[in-house]
């Protein structure tokens, strides 16, 4: 630019078209080539930032929806909504049979109605966990998945820009993982703890009966803890309230 304005100043482009040509060519060179490669570069960035921003959404969406898929398919119950149906009618029935346990000192005799609703509840209890109850390999697959979305998944999400979930969710989720984890014991051996709590009724509160109460007890806080994170977990996926990548 100097070189063509002191050659305008001294005449030097009279009469010489080429020249002037090939100077305005390499002054529009000197412009023209570094702003093209900080369009390029600039370009180049963007499309490498978009395209991992859909990576990280495919391998979002590819996470949730495995999770997804760990709590139901290998549940007896055949699909989700059906889950969350026998989930919300057993959880209350848990809570109360908890709340209510006819134990404790005296409890067993003096309480004989007592005794016969904390059955009744678990007789449905034992009839309805069936139809929702895991297979072994169930609890360890989930928490690893959940694993991986928290873990994982989630700080390349956050990096690309990706909502995520809230973290009261995230500590909902982290509880109700843990809870439906510890696996419930099967309806048969609710059954069997049952007909041992019935046989105490109205004995004297030996060693034996003080075990019988606690075994029973022990195995519906067990039960409803569990069935309530799988409550939670259930009604999060249909909520829609895990990560969709978006």
Known sequence: MALGVYGDAHG????RSFLTNLASSFASLL???PLALLVLSHLSAMQAE???RRAVTRRVQSATADFASAFQDTLPSTTLAET???LASLVPVAERAVRNFPGGRGGLQQDPDAVRACEEDCRVLIAGVSD???PAEW???LSRLWEVLDEEVRPSAVAAGISWMPFSDIRMMDSAIRDAALRPSTPERLQEVLLMFLAAVGRPRTAEVKRAENLLQNELRHLHNV???MQTIADMIDGRRLPSGF
């Not at 030097?12 to 009469?15: E, G, L, Q, R």
């Open 132 to 134: 929702v109850f895991p």
């Open 84 to 86: 969350r149906g026998i």
């Open 227 to 229: 069935l309530s994170g």
């Open 139 to 141: 609890n360890a697959q």
């Open 50 to 52: 978009t395209s991992e």
């Open 31 to 33: 412009f023209g080539v």
């Open 12 to 15: 030097w482009w009279d009469d």
